[in-house]
């Protein structure tokens, strides 16, 4: 009852999960990515212990499928699941259980996996994929979204339409971008205009924001009180 999109940029070292679905906050239990590792999304009837398991055994050295095929041993309700799954080299794998409700499948290519079930049909998944693949020229967040969009003109969950996610991790260990809509009836719109809030106000904090390589971030008051002056707050830190 969901379809999602794994994406990896090995020059920056990206991961990236964009997911939506007709049921509550999708971002809540299907999307997963680690620094260095790789990136899964946990759907179907969804057993969110899987995303963790396969990271841990891809940061151990296996392979997508193996790491996925390893996590599914001990689950009895395996063939309720679909899984997908993308690692450092760009290896991309899925599975989906033979009591997935149709129509279920995936597609991959390097460095980005499809995978949906419960869907208006295969064009869903064909025309994410095809625009994942041709729109290039976009960032990777809105080529992402704008994929998603593409597999949503096709029908999408065929049930309807309620929350969408947008996860991204690069060089941290915690997401670059986190984003949500848990309850709305256009959550694709909705995660985009999050998205272009995202760049103009979280965006350019990354870089003084506490990081691997500068733990305490920007701690000059001066300066972060210039940038509130900038943005027209009468703000200041008590001194």
Known sequence: MTWSLLAHEPETGTFAVAVTTC???????????????????????????????????????????????????????????????????????AW???????WCGSRSGSGWSVAGNMLAGPEVVSDTAASFIARQDLALPERMLNALQAGETLGGDKRGRQSAALKLITNEDFP????????????????????????????????????????????????????????????KFRR
């Not at 989906?96 to 149709?102: H, R």
């Not at 971008?177 to 760049?199: F, M, S």
């Open 23 to 93: 049921a509550l906050a999708v971002g809540a239990s299907c999307p997963f990515v680690r620094r260095g590792v790789g990136a899964v999304s946990t759907q179907s009837i969804t057993n969110r212990y899987l995303g963790p398991a396969v990271l841990d055994a891809m940061a151990r050295g296996l392979s997508p499928s193996a790491a996925i095929e390893g996590a599914l041993v001990g689950d009895d309700g395996k063939h309720m699941r679909q899984v997908h799954a993308i690692d450092s080299h760009g290896r991309s794998a």
């Open 176 to 235: 670059d971008i986190d984003l949500r809509v848990d309850d709305h009836g256009a959550p694709l719109d909705e995660l985009e205009r999050l998205l272009k809030v995202w760049r103009i106000s979280r965006a350019p904090m990354l870089r003084l924001s506490p990081r691997r390589s500068h733990p305490s971030g920007s701690t000059d008051l001066d300066a972060i009180e210039a940038g509130w002056q900038r943005q027209g707050l009468d703000i």
């Open 96 to 102: 989906t259980g033979n009591n997935c409700v149709e």
